[in-house]
């Protein structure tokens, strides 16, 4: 069982930078793929970054790629995700997301909201 919490969500103009951690409880975190997804008002829920354990090897969408950097501290149980020149599209909730592949999540935290103003 793993346990999700996200912060550092908030407010932001356009071209600024903020970072979210997601704060991981349960004792085998390390074995864990964790996704970051975020959901817009009235759109669906879109795949941002994900990062896999073991190898750390990561995956960004289109959209965020070269904006966005993911990371994770398995000694601190967290997986950080840094972003950079933010735009008013980035503006969404932002979740994330534990499984024991890539793609494939079982547990979700309840979501921090990043806004970006223009």
């Known amino acids: 069982q793993v346990q999700l919490v996200e912060s550092g969500g908030g407010l932001v103009q356009a071209g600024g930078s903020l970072g979210l951690s997601c704060a991981a409880s349960?004792?085998?975190?390390?074995?864990?793929?964790i996704g970051w997804f975020r959901q817009a008002p009235g759109k669906n829920r879109e795949f941002v970054a994900a990062?896999?354990?073991?190898?750390?090897?990561?995956y960004y969408a289109d959209s965020v790629k070269g904006r966005f950097i993911v990371s994770r501290d398995d000694d601190k149980k967290s997986v950080y995700l840094q972003m950079n020149s933010l735009k008013p599209e980035d503006t969404a909730v932002y979740y994330c997301?534990?499984?024991?592949?890539?793609?494939?999540?079982?547990?979700w935290g309840q979501g921090t909201q990043v806004t970006v103003s223009s």
């Open positions: 997301a534990a499984g024991h592949t890539i793609g494939n999540y079982d547990y």
């Open positions: 349960g004792r085998t975190f390390s074995t864990y793929s």
């Open positions: 990062i896999s354990w073991l190898a750390g090897r990561t």
